[in-house]
């Protein structure tokens, strides 16, 4: 997902040394989480005691009454012996029944929670399969994709254009699965049916389509990649299709492009000028594509865009920058369309990575706004890519943690994006070696191919193959809403710095140098420790300030 309506902020605008911002005590508001949320984010037994192997799902969506019906056939492994599972569904729309073995079993609801009982109980390790039906009046999203559920809109001749949008509020929102970012699917055929003369766009690949009897038409679309239940999506209208192809990492990439008949012309020449830049820029900094076997498909929407899994969504008007606009303030997020980009660079952090708790966002989204300085970095050079991480500062609030609470499905504060990639960009300062980072961005994703993770997942691995503890770095920008601050003192013709942070074993490589000169790396910690910093004096130290995001004090 995308988020720019940023809060412009005085301190994060300045290149130069900054006040003191880490002793800072910022007041941030404590949400408040009920049952309901708990049923909703925490794997309780009830959720870890099946691991989710396939579904089909099946849904007849009937616009014109806003209404949609239909089943979704669970297939999974037990990996314990249970008599009752957790499934996830919005309160409003009904459970007409649930098929276990040709036979209606029974269930009960709490909040958007399905509890459902067998009659015998399932056996540890044995594969097994049940079929839930339901049907109602999904909710209707009002600002899609901040908001969940379905867009019901109209093209400008006027016929139906829908689609659905629902990270963090959960697929749940418009059909039953188990609502929970830690267990993928393995696999999915996805079937929906519309009126006659619209096309449906789903993930994964057309297998198949039908002229169903009642008027509407049929579209199986299968997806043989593991995907989050949040990906999965409805796209519907008067589409046409052109496809091209890539050559890639992996060999032949398929691209197939659905948009709106009236888009087809401009479409034709916009989409391939921005996306085999992307690709190209991406499959260098984090390997290959991650789902050649389902292809790269780009779908026109009624909203802005979603990362949705080989069908990414797009509403950015045929334009580059992010609805005319450059979050940089530098210029250069006008050279390119932001929803291609970032929206796309979600298929590597997001969809190939995901993280098990809606809490660790960040690892979606602050590894993707990061992807936009390197997308920049490839196609215009690095001084390019760091202006630009640089001007994202200007939407950086710190308000509150970017990481959010655990089993809850809340996320953290909006500063996942731009403080996040400006993050990325210090961790590869502090590495100083680029071909190094890029091996680790690119290790990222082949070492977590297609799994879920936590946050000691990605920064273990970055440590470790950075050669250095950086967990107190990541502790510090992540887990905390204060950016920590380095203090210099200065007595007998010596240097002493320290930093001034949250974490109580903060420690962190900066860049500083005197009036002149060139910057050297020096390594403070929490308590003083004296510098070789020859002539150095408060009036002519320097600190990398560009490319760290800290404060600075000096005595």
């Known amino acids: 997902m995308h988020k720019l309506n940023y809060k412009k902020i005085l301190f994060a605008l300045s290149t130069a040394a900054m006040p003191l911002i880490g002793s800072a005590q910022l007041q941030v508001k404590q949400e408040t989480f009920n049952r309901a949320d708990t049923l909703r984010g925490t794997l309780t037994p009830l959720r870890t005691c099946y691991d989710i192997k396939y579904y089909h799902l099946d849904v007849k969506v009937d616009i014109d009454q806003q209404f949609i019906s239909g089943s979704n056939l669970f297939k999974f492994e037990a990996i314990e012996d249970f008599r009752k599972l957790q499934f996830d569904l919005f309160a409003n729309l009904k459970v007409e029944k649930v098929i276990y073995h040709g036979r209606e079993v029974p269930f009960t609801r ?10 015998t109980a399932i056996k540890s390790g044995s594969i097994d399969s049940m079929q839930v039906f339901y049907s109602g009046h999904p909710q209707v999203a009002k600002r899609a994709p901040w908001d969940g559920g379905f867009v019901f809109a109209k093209d400008s001749k006027g016929k139906p254009w829908v689609a659905t949008a629902c990270q963090g509020l959960g697929a749940s929102v418009w059909w039953p699965n188990k609502d929970h970012q830690a267990d993928e699917v393995d696999s999915m055929l996805i079937s929906i049916s519309v009126p006659k003369g619209l096309s449906d766009v789903s993930n994964g690949r057309l297998i198949k389509k039908t002229d169903r009897k009642d008027g509407y038409t049929q579209f199986d679309w299968f997806v043989r990649n593991p995907i989050n239940n949040y990906s999965v999506s409805v796209n519907i209208g008067d589409y046409v299709n052109f496809t091209d192809t890539y050559k890639g990492e992996k060999g032949a990439l398929d691209l197939s492009y659905w948009v709106l008949r009236e888009n087809e012309a401009k479409a034709k020449k916009f989409f391939p000028i921005n996306v085999i830049p992307m690709l190209k820029a991406f499959e ?18 009624p909203y802005t865009g979603m990362e949705h899994q080989s069908a990414v969504t797009y509403g950015n008007g045929y334009a580059n920058g992010y609805r005319g606009r450059d979050a940089s303030d530098t210029g250069w997020g006008m050279k390119w369309d932001f929803i291609i980009v ?26 993707t706004n990061y992807s936009e300085a390197l997308f920049v970095d490839y196609n215009y050079g690095k001084e390019a890519g760091q202006a630009y991480v640089h001007g ?4 950086i609030q710190n308000d509150s943690p970017v990481q959010g609470p655990y089993g809850v499905n809340q996320e953290g504060s909006g500063d996942m994006y731009p403080k996040g990639g400006v993050l990325l960009n210090m961790v590869r300062t502090i590495i100083n070696n680029d071909e190094k980072w890029r091996q680790i961005l690119r290790g990222l994703n082949k070492t977590f191919y297609h799994q879920t993770v936590n946050y000691e997942d990605v920064v273990d691995y970055i440590s470790q193959h950075a050669g250095r503890n950086l967990n107190p770095v990541f502790a510090q920008y992540i887990k905390h809403s204060n950016i920590p601050t380095l203090e210099f003192r200065f007595k007998d013709g010596k240097t002493y710095a320290r930093w001034i942070a949250d974490v109580a074993d903060f420690n962190m490589p900066v860049k500083v140098r005197t009036k002149g000169n060139s910057y050297q790396f020096i390594e403070p910690g929490r308590s003083w420790k004296e510098f070789d910093l020859t002539g150095a004096s408060r009036d002519n130290i320097e600190v990398d300030t560009y490319n760290y995001y800290i404060g600075v004090l000096i005595e």
């Open 284 to 301: 260098h900094w984090f390997g290959p594509y991650p789902f050649y076997e389902d292809s790269y498909k780009l779908v026109d929407v």
């Open 342 to 367: 970032h929206e796309s660079g979600h298929e590597w952090f997001g969809n190939n990575i995901t993280s098990k708790d809606l809490a660790d966002m960040w690892i979606h989204e602050s590894f």
């Open 110 to 119: 709490e909040f958007n929670a399905v509890f459902v009982e067998f009659p």
């Open 392 to 395: 994202i500062r200007s939407g």
